[in-house]
């Protein structure tokens, strides 16, 4: 059991990482931090599409991520 939860494990990390880095930035820089408020106080503006896909795929895979920490850590003791 241990031995398949980390490779689970191992398999998570890896498409995580590759999600993450799919995703595009939010700002560039430091011109992006100064105006970015301003962006998404005024505009409103809302993810869509790939970008929104990316971000849950993000979050399941986090959570997942947890989880399988624990679970290794306790299946090992």
Avoid: P
């Avoid at 980390?6 to 799919?22: T, Y």
């Avoid at 399988?68 to 090992?76: D, E, H, N, S």
């Amino acid at each position: 059991m241990h031995t398949f939860l980390v490779i689970l494990l191992v398999i998570v990390c890896i498409a995580l990482i590759g999600v993450v880095l799919l995703q595009s930035s939010k700002s560039a820089g430091l011109s992006g931090a100064i105006s970015g408020g301003a962006e998404t106080l005024f505009g409103k503006q809302k993810a869509r599409g790939i970008d929104l896909i990316l971000h849950r795929i993000t979050i399941v895979l986090s959570v997942l991520f947890f989880a399988l920490t624990i679970a290794v850590t306790y299946f090992k003791l």
